[in-house]
């Protein structure tokens, strides 16, 4: 299953992602995750991308395509992935649908969590991460059983850079203006769903994983 998982910044991509690698045995391909390895590595693309990061705004897409190309290129995508951010923009989606072709591959379903941009804020700034394992929590809608714990691994949790509410303001800009006209960019291909992201977390997984059933691989 060659998976893309849209949705504006906080929407739960990330979240419904590692639900559905534990599910389905496919990889999450997550570039935000990727630039901040980057960043912690000290690598030129992390000094690249960090300053993009740190002000809401996009890494440049010919950097981001070059990584996307790299990764999907890998043995472990043979049997599918899941797509999470990227693409953002229509040259990042022109890309990959050429990217894919070469590979001799193509997009199995897109699945768009929508979330209004109401709740968007206050997932960003009360999400918190173990350092540890990656796990991502929220301080009030998906809490640790002890604060500041991580629940899987006992690591110490902490809070992304770009999760403050004045830069979380730049990104939903951002992803109006750059990264919205995607959804009419692939309803068009008719593989498209919607998924309500209001939902408790559970209750969404269950959503993508009965669209998933009935797809053909
Ligand atoms: P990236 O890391 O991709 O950030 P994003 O798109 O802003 O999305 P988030 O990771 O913030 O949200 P999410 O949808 O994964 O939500 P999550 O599951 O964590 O990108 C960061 C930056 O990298 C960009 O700003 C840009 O600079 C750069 N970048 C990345 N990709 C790029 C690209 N393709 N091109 C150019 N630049 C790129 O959930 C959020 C919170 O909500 C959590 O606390 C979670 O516990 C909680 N939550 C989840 N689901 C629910 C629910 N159903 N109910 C209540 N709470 C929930
Ligand atoms: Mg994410
Ligand atoms: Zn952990």
């Given at each position: 299953m060659q998976l893309l998982m849209m949705g504006?910044?906080?929407?739960?991509k990330g979240t419904q992602a590692a639900k559905l690698v534990k599910k389905f045995s496919i990889p999450q391909i997550s570039t935000g995750d990727m630039f901040r390895a980057a960043v912690k590595e000290g690598t030129e693309l992390g000094k690249a991308a960090k300053a993009c990061m740190d002000a809401g705004k996009l890494v440049p897409d010919e950097v981001t395509i070059g990584i996307v190309r790299e990764r999907l290129a890998k043995d472990d995508c043979k049997n599918g992935f899941i797509l999470d951010g990227?693409?953002?923009?229509v040259e990042q989606a022109d890309a990959l649908k050429k990217i894919l072709a070469e590979l001799g591959m193509k997009l199995t379903q897109v699945l768009n969590i929508h979330v209004p941009a109401e709740d968007l804020i206050e997932r960003a700034v009360g999400r918190r991460i173990c350092k540890n394992c990656g796990a991502t929590y929220h301080v009030k809608f998906h809490p640790t059983k002890v604060a500041g714990t991580c629940d899987d691994c006992g690591g110490e949790l902490y809070q992304r850079g770009d999760d403050n509410e004045a830069t979380m303001k730049k990104r939903l800009s951002v992803y109006e203006a750059s990264t919205r006209p995607l959804i009419d960019y692939y309803k068009g291909a008719g593989i498209y769903t919607e998924i309500d992201?209001?939902?408790?977390i559970d209750k969404v997984t269950e959503d993508l994983v009965s669209v998933l059933s009935s797809v053909k691989d």
């Open positions: 504006p910044p906080g929407a739960g990227f693409p953002r923009t992201g209001r939902q408790a």
